[in-house]
Nanobody, 120 residues
Framework: VQLQAFGGGLVQAGGSLRLSCAAS????????MGWYRQAPGKQRELVALSRSKDGTTNYGDSVQNRFTISRDSATNTVHLQMNSLKLEDAAVYYCNANDRWTLTSPGPWWGQGTQVTVSS
């Protein structure tokens, strides 16, 4: 499985940004796709995950009601719509895919990180 992430960049606080992650390869193995992020000096944290078999999602507490994950099965792509961005949302965002159904821990496949910078 290969993951290609798109869409990072610079945005003002309060603004919006959309990330996308396209999966390729043995995509039949993927049960869960989503995003994690890591800011300098901080631990990696779960942002949002989506499970393919039932559409269940899980969001990190800090992004609830601001971020929305969606999945396009036709293109094997997940999108992360990020609204009302805060300074503390700045981080490198990593796409992740899991061959297990869990929505609480990352899987073995990672995309390249994409930088999200939020300015005041």
């Amino acid at each position: 499985v290969q993951l290609q992430a798109f869409g990072g960049g610079l945005v003002q606080a309060g603004g919006s940004l959309r990330l996308s992650c396209a999966a390729s390869g043995n995509i039949a193995r993927i049960g869960v796709m989503g995003w994690y992020r890591q800011a300098p000096g901080k631990q990696r944290e779960l942002v949002a995950l989506s499970r393919s078999k039932d559409g269940t999602t899980n969001y990190g507490d800090s992004v609830q009601n601001r971020f929305t994950i969606s999945r396009d099965s036709a293109t094997n792509t997940v999108h992360l719509q990020m609204n009302s961005l805060k300074l503390e949302d700045a981080a490198v965002y990593y796409c992740n895919a899991n061959d297990r159904w869990t929505l609480t821990s990352p899987g073995p496949w990672w995309g390249q990180g994409t930088q999200v910078t939020v300015s005041s």
